[in-house]
């Protein structure tokens, strides 16, 4: 072995005894050229395949975590809703009455909140007494599972198929079966005795509504949101009906609750995120699980575009790597040539030669020559390298700038010039903390514009747009410097008012309300008289965040909205009781 690695050194020392060092440097520096820049070809690409995953990821398990809480919100507002109407007053007097008005009391609070597709009031007996068009009435519903648990508290049921109510409502047009949620609960009389069971079938197409919504609002990137409850079964989107995620896969995603992960269901690899709801307020929630998925193709396509450039790019970089590299060694081989040629002539000279000297000999003067022009350039490059000190600073300058309007685009809404959700929550919380360590005043407005579909549907959204504009800029004009306003989406808006309480909420939120009523608004010959609801809550000892306040004022413009619209209503806190309108 040693005789063999001396025969293969021997070959190389004779192969470099026949190159020459122009050669041997072009042919070293165009090596590693060639091997840098593909090595950073490489992992420029892989790079940006793992950025681009992460970044999909994200996307995706965002999608999902949104939508779940959509879900939740949904169904926990459905959840309040049924509770309300246990809890309306005209309906007190009608459970243990006249059967005929109860149904018809029924039938109004139905046409008001559509989405239930059955309303109805059940005897302790397990006796339908009075439902909505009268379906079921006089039948035992005492084995139906939402009817056991609603007697002893607050139900909600999971999606399911209900063949009995399916089949006395209309055939639906695509021939599907109905599927409902039931929620439930017990009514009590003044002494806390159960008078019966309130139960209501809510439609499950409303979900579609939002999975549909979520995925436009995710633009055309082929993401595909699927809903699937706690035993695998598919309630919503692709195979629906059918069980999914077998083995350890599911109770994984039960324990873990959110996460990522890739698929292969056919021949094609999936990105596929997914978040396990966890329920809202009151609403304890049905662990269904959202995933969000992306086909890898669709996802990578713009990583694998970018990887054939920057390879391309590579490929150029190292001929010209090459190039520079010929160029560069036939400069720097040209002073050792010449070195040598006059050491040749000087060893053949007679005589003393002047080379042990070396000051004054001819190869000194042009290697002292070289040095100067070496040192020339090396002033140039540091010139140059100053100028692009001065242009990167120039452009760290520009890009600071870029990022604070980039910042400010990314906390204002595009259309009222108000802070939007993200930035609006940031400072309320701000104010929040500030408000509780201090033991100041605070409050918030949730103002919805009044029957802004109509306004939309009779004349356009830009007169829509029109609209809210105005109005926002009202409530920028009523409030004070430290106040904050946001618009939450579509024609809903929220206000932060600090250092209030509750009478000078009150008096605010009327005073916006009737400037909004006073104000025209018009574009040429088109003229609008718009009114809002609001909604009041101050702040609350109890109040865990600015979200527990929120809420309650979403609570109060519910309210509002139910009891005449145009008005402002006031929802106190959890530690006082009753409610009244401001």
Request: charged share 25%; hydrophobic share 45%.
């Amino acid at each position: 072995m040693q005789k063999l690695f001396n025969h293969i050194g021997d070959r190389l020392r004779t192969i470099e005894d026949r190159l020459t060092v122009r050669t041997q440097i072009t042919a070293a520096v165009a090596a590693m050229a060639i091997v840098l820049v593909g090595a950073l070809a490489t992992s420029a690409a892989f790079v940006s395949y793992r950025n681009t995953a992460e970044l999909v990821n994200t996307r995706l398990a965002s999608i999902a975590s949104t939508t779940a809480e959509r879900l939740d919100r949904y169904m926990a507002v459905r959840q309040q809703e049924v509770h309300l109407f246990s809890q309306l007053e005209p309906l007190k007097k009608l459970w243990q009455e006249d059967p005929v008005a109860l149904r018809k009391s029924l039938e109004q609070l139905q046409s008001s909140f559509t989405d239930f597709a059955w309303i109805g009031f059940v005897r302790p007996n397990g006796i339908v007494a009075a439902s909505t068009g009268g379906l079921l009435q006089g039948e035992s519903v005492a084995q139906r599972p939402w009817f056991k648990t609603g007697l002893d508290d607050s139900t909600v049921g999971d999606v399911h198929d209900a063949t009995l109510l399916g089949s006395l409502l209309a055939t639906r047009t695509d021939g599907e079966p109905y599927r409902f949620v039931d929620i439930a609960l017990p009514v009590h009389d003044a002494d806390g005795n159960v008078l019966g069971v309130l139960g209501a079938h809510l439609n499950w197409d409303w979900a579609r509504g939002v999975i549909a919504s979520a995925e436009a609002n995710d633009g055309d990137t082929d993401t595909t949101l699927t809903v699937i409850s706690k035993d695998g079964t598919v309630l919503l989107g692709p195979g629906m009906g059918s069980k999914k995620y077998a083995g350890d896969r599911l109770p994984g995603m039960l324990a873990s609750r959110a996460g990522t992960f890739t698929e292969m269901p056919g021949n094609e690899s999936l990105l596929t995120a997914f978040f396990v709801s966890r329920g809202h307020r009151e609403y304890q929630g049905l662990n269904w699980i959202v995933t969000a998925s992306q086909p890898a193709s669709v996802a990578f396509a713009a990583a694998a575009h970018s990887a054939r450039t920057i390879l391309a790019i590579g490929a150029v970089a190292s001929l010209i790597g090459v190039l520079l590299a010929f160029l560069i060694a036939r400069r720097v081989s040209y002073p050792i040539h010449a070195i040598t040629v006059e050491a040749d002539r000087i060893g053949r000279a007679s005589g003393p030669t002047m080379l042990p000297r070396q000051s004054g000999s001819l190869e000194v003067v042009q290697l002292t020559r070289a040095l100067r022009s070496l040192l020339r350039r090396i002033g140039f490059a540091e010139e140059q390298t100053k100028e692009a000190e001065a242009r990167a600073t120039e452009n760290a300058m520009q890009f600071k700038d870029d990022i604070n309007k980039l910042r400010r685009l990314a906390d204002t809404d595009y259309l009222t010039d108000l802070m939007n959700r993200r930035a609006f929550l940031a400072a309320a919380d701000d104010a929040m903390e500030f408000a509780h360590r201090y033991k100041r005043g605070m409050a918030t407005l949730m103002i919805d514009i009044d029957h802004f579909k109509a306004v939309n549907d009779a004349h356009g959204h830009a007169i829509g747009d029109i609209v809210i504009k105005k109005i926002a800029e009202t409530i920028s004009g009523n409030i004070k410097s430290t106040d904050r306003a946001a618009r939450f989406g579509g024609e809903e808006f929220v206000v932060l008012l600090r250092e209030v309480d509750q009478a000078a909420a009150q008096l605010l939120a009327d005073r916006i309300r009737g400037a909004i009523e006073l104000s025209v608004i018009g574009d040429g010959a088109t003229h609008i008289l718009a009114t809002v609801s609001i909604g009041i809550a101050t702040i609350a000892e109890g109040d865990r965040d600015v979200q527990d306040m929120i809420e309650r004022a979403d609570q109060g413009l519910y309210v509002a909205k139910n009891t005449g619209r145009n008005c402002c209503f006031f929802m106190p806190g959890p530690d006082k009781r009753g409610i009244r309108a401001a």
